[in-house]
């Protein structure tokens, strides 16, 4: 959906225009749109429509509690990987029966919290897991609901480091141990089989992986019911692409037909586990031009947001489109589009043509999916302020970090 749009030269996103939020409330600051939010989540909802299923939307790709609250409102469920998001997803109005528990690190206390806040179940991705699963359970006088995450060896063809379904990742157990781990998981008193899961990796943009995945989970689905294992969901994972220059994500249409051919008939109900393709292109970050700083081989723009503020192009070389706010008649000129913090790596954009003057703002697109939730505080820098809009309306739902606030909790000795 496209609600970013310009109106006599000006960015507006929904209602408003860009340039006021930035005199309003500041920049570097994220804004969302409510409603790309909202129809990014029906399209999952139509193009899997024939399925019976549950969008549990990761959280880790924008874990801001409005959002999560309107993933809730559209009835949405959760993935999580940690106590915090646990918390989040509650604090949020989040229905603790659609959350599903992923990570392989799963602390004890955080398994303690998820069994009292009974959750839909716990991905578990090694044996020492289960075991301490089973403690724990025990301990509290539950019953854990289980689902192995396996690990299906396809290539997933994305970056190397947002790939998780390869043998050498870290993620998820051997798809050919798994017959044995479900029997050790059954005869073990404080569990429950639930289900299974996998995931193999982010930023799909081909369809042939996750179908390949699904198809492998499915064969195993059926060797395990051959065994008297019955399982009530099949959670397929996230990881369908955006677009953020050239890319052709996957179509969701064909994704949702393919599932939908290899579910006809079969008990099991669907989970996904959608991040960026749910948020990703529902928010940008707003940045403002500090300084123009011509050089001899290049020019370079220096903005207020930087890689503390979205880490995305400094981690994986990623590209984000970068626009200006207003537009100007003067021809554009090529710019590095470079951060204030002291790194070489500190870039948001390379070789950009722009007409941009000092203390003009450009906008940062898709930057809603693992933008402010990996942001951090580096340089002693606050953390931006969020911006959520609907249609006129303008909705702070995270104030910005003050200096004196980043130091709140430090003490001398
Ligand atoms: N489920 C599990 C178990 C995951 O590990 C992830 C993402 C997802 C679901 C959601 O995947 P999505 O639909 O968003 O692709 N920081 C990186 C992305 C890391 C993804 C980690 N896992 C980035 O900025 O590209």
Redo the contacts with the bound molecule.
């Keep these: 959906m496209n609600t970013l749009h310009r109106l006599d030269g000006r960015l507006h996103l929904e209602g408003v225009a860009l340039d006021t939020l930035a005199e309003r409330f500041g920049t570097p600051l994220y804004v969302y749109s409510k409603a790309a939010l909202e129809s990014a989540y029906q399209a999952y909802a139509q193009a899997f429509a024939k399925t019976p299923h549950l969008i549990c939307y ?1 959280v ?2 924008n874990s801001s509690l409005a959002i999560l609250n309107l993933f809730a409102r559209l009835g949405a469920g959760f ?1 999580i ?1 940690s106590g915090g998001e646990l918390m989040r997803v509650l604090a949020a109005g989040g229905d603790p029966g659609k959350i599903v528990f ?1 990570g392989v690190g799963k602390t004890a206390d955080e398994m303690r919290a998820a069994l009292k806040a009974g959750i839909l179940c716990f ?1 578990v991705e090694s044996v020492s897991e289960l075991h301490r699963l089973n403690r724990v359970a025990g301990e509290e006088g539950r019953v854990a609901p289980v689902s192995f995450r396996v690990n299906p060896d396809v290539d997933p063809k994305t970056h190397p480091y ?1 790939s ?1 379904g390869l043998k050498e990742n870290k993620f998820g157990v051997p798809i050919g141990d798994a017959p044995a781990l479900y029997r050790l998981a059954a005869g073990l008193p404080h569990l429950k089989i639930t289900g299974i899961d996998c ?1 193999i990796g ?2 799909l943009t081909d369809l042939s992986p996750l179908a390949d995945a699904a198809k492998r989970v499915l064969a195993l689905v059926d060797t395990l019911s051959k065994e008297g294992i019955t399982l009530h969901h099949i959670d397929l ?4 692409g955006i677009r953020y220059n050239d890319e052709t994500p996957p179509d969701l249409e064909a994704y949702g037909q393919t599932l939908a051919a290899l579910f006809a008939g079969r008990h099991e109900k669907l989970l996904l ?5 749910l948020v990703g292109n529902a928010g940008l970050l707003l940045t403002r031009v500090e300084y123009l700083k011509p050089g001899e081989d290049k020019n370079f723009a220096i903005v207020d947001a930087a890689m503390n503020d979205l880490m ?1 192009p400094a981690l ?1 070389e ?1 590209y984000h489109g970068i626009v200006a706010v207003n537009q100007k008649k003067a021809a554009p000129q090529r710019y590095d589009i470079v951060g204030p913090i002291c790194e070489t790596g500190d870039f948001i954009g390379f070789a950009r043509d722009l007409a941009i003057d000092e203390g003009d703002l450009l906008a940062i697109l898709s930057a809603g ?2 933008g402010m939730s ?1 942001a951090s505080n580096y340089n002693s820098r606050p953390r931006a302020a969020e911006i959520l809009i609907d249609r006129n309306e303008i909705h702070v739902i995270r104030e910005r970090e003050t200096q004196k606030g980043l130091m709140a909790g430090e003490r001398l000795i």
Aim: hydrophobic share 30%.
């Design positions: 990761a880790k790709a993935d990987v992923s991905n947002i998780t995931h982010s930023q994972g996230g990881g369908v586990e959608p991040g960026r393709s995305r994986y990623a999916a693992y990996m």
